[in-house]
């Protein structure tokens, strides 16, 4: 077929938008194929590029990529502002992490502790400090630390900034669903749809359900407080994250649950620990309440790259909470995969054979003639998930 693509990419969201957009860049026909676009994780996300304020306990290699995505964040939106003429709402004033409570500070200060330890750039402040820096913080904060390089953009307008970058470089928009990868006539099929991919890949990205609420701030203005503000609030853990144009992104709940419904309670605990930590909140006008699913793998980690037994497919998946700060970092190293069939070492930890089935056991002598020795863990089994984003 003379118009046949060279690279197909199912998933219109960030992820999806600027592999399409890189790989158009390197001289390949694409196709997007989403039958709405912007409508998933994306257009509830509040948008924060956190390599610092979300590096846990046990996640060393995804705190890496993390970090090396956010990195690459100042140059990728302004080239993408540059290729667009759009503001994609990046802002670089960091993140203040806080604690309301004696015990909500020895909680906050644990994970602190643990971030220094592994090198990353945490400075404890104490009250007087943390209202210098924001004087709307309540008096009954105990306590801060500033991430002075954990930023955020907009994904409500990176959505579109992306799709208008692909556009202009050659990649075309198909608005209609992929009911199945071989439905698809091309050389390479990069799966970047989200929890859509589980269905499609038959990979483990199952939904992550997180409610948000928006505010904006009384008289059109603009919020009363400047950087994103991660707190704990009695026990209860909120994020803030204010926008030039007088919103105020207030989130989020994490449920293992598959529907978009919003509940009171989540909406009530949301805006209590909110108006706890930033009392003139309370003025604020609400203006939206919202779900949506983040794709959750079963160790909290993207799958990216090849997949086994699948000639030229391959996954950019089960970003979880970190897709829109992966973006760049996501589809730089698939986009080079396309290209040259070289896997970047950073991408070796997320390759989608670590959920591959475990190796046959013999039934009689419970020898694996692979060498594997079975510990009865199920690599599709949810673990524990983090309560916080």
């Known amino acids: 077929m003379l118009n046949r693509p060279d690279v197909a990419v199912v998933g219109a969201g960030p992820v999806g938008l600027a592999i399409a957009w890189r790989c158009a860049q390197r001289g390949l026909r694409v196709v997007v194929h989403d039958a709405a676009p912007g409508s998933g994780a994306s257009h509830v996300a509040a948008g924060m590029l956190a390599p610092v304020a979300e590096a846990y306990f046990g996640e060393h290699e995804l705190t890496g990529l993390l970090t090396a995505s956010a990195a690459r964040w100042p140059a990728f939106a302004a080239e993408l502002t540059a290729a667009t003429g759009l503001d994609v709402g990046y802002r670089t004033e960091g993140t203040l992490m806080v604690g309301l409570t004696a015990d ?32 709307a913080l309540a008096p ?4 801060g630390a500033l991430a002075a390089t954990d930023h955020q953009v907009d994904p409500r307008r990176l959505v579109p900034a992306l799709r208008t970058a692909a556009e202009r470089a050659g990649a075309t928009l198909v608005p209609a669903a992929v009911r199945s990868l071989s439905d698809l006539d091309t050389d390479v099929t990069v799966v970047a749809a989200g929890c859509g991919a589980a269905a499609l890949t038959g990979l483990p990205v199952r939904p992550v359900k997180g409610q948000v609420v928006r ?46 419904d919003v509940s009171a309670g989540a909406v009530l605990r949301l805006l209590r620990a909110a108006v706890d930590l930033l009392p003139e909140l309370a ?32 996954a950019a998946t089960g970003h979880h ?69």
């Open 104 to 135: 909500d500070l020895a909680e906050a200060r644990r994970l602190w502790a643990y971030q220094q330890g592994i090198g990353l750039p945490v400075t404890p402040l104490r009250p007087s400090a943390l209202r210098d820096r924001e004087p």
């Open 283 to 314: 003025e604020y006008d609400l203006v939206e309440t919202l779900a949506g699913l983040r794709p959750g793998t079963p160790d909290n980690a993207p799958i990216l790259g090849l997949l086994p037994g699948r000639p030229g497919v391959l």
């Open 140 to 143: 009954r904060v105990r306590g």
């Open 215 to 260: 505010l904006r701030a009384p008289g059109g203005g603009a919020p009363g407080f400047r950087h994103v503000i991660r707190g704990y609030a009695d026990g209860e853990h909120v994020y803030l994250v204010p926008r030039d144009d007088g919103e105020v992104v207030v989130g989020a709940t994490v449920e293992e649950r598959s529907d978009t």
């Open 321 to 389: 909470r970190h897709g829109i700060v992966l973006t760049p970092v996501t589809a730089d190293l698939i986009a080079e995969l396309v290209v040259t069939g070289a896997t970047d070492p950073l991408l070796a930890p997320f390759a989608p054979a670590r959920f591959a089935p475990p190796p046959t056991v013999d039934a009689r002598s419970g020898h694996d003639p692979s060498g594997h020795d079975p510990s009865g863990h199920d690599p599709f089994a949810p673990e524990k998930e983090h309560t916080w984003n």
